[in-house]
């Protein structure tokens, strides 16, 4: 299994802090939960594979500011391509420290941690 490098973690632990402060927009209370999905979206493709993929989002966003906390639990990145199967798996509970963009644990498989996002792979065809 591939395990990104700690500059390449706190960037991919940082995106996803930015997505919930920018769906909680900064509230001022102790926890905040929201319920985030992702519309329907377009298939990304490669032009030199043909591969293409769909990525579906649907997490909750749970905020604790009194202890500096992010999780995001839920399917965070999955993409099916029929004949080969899950092809991007980024599932189950994350939870980080925003300030300081720290992994703190991590449940389910994580392409999103582990392979960067999974899209590479899952493009080459």
């Known amino acids: 299994m591939n395990v990104l490098s700690t500059p390449a973690r706190r960037s991919v632990i ?9 769906l909680l927009g900064g509230m001022a209370t102790r926890c905040s939960t929201r319920r985030v999905r992702s519309p329907r979206s377009r298939p990304t493709t490669n032009d030199s594979t043909g591969a293409s993929v769909v ?3 649907q997490l909750n966003v749970h905020v604790d ?8 639990s839920g399917i965070r990145n ?8 899950v092809v991007i798996q980024s599932v ?6 925003p300030s300081a963009g720290d992994l703190i644990s991590l449940h389910g498989p994580a392409d999103d941690v582990n392979l960067g996002g999974g899209f590479c792979e899952a493009l080459a065809g």
């Open 14 to 22: 940082a995106s996803g802090a930015a997505l919930a402060i920018v």
């Open 55 to 57: 990525v579906r989002t």
């Open 65 to 72: 500011y009194a202890a500096d906390t992010q999780s995001l």
């Open 78 to 85: 999955l993409s099916n391509d029929p004949g080969r199967g």
């Open 92 to 97: 189950g509970r994350l939870t980080v420290t």
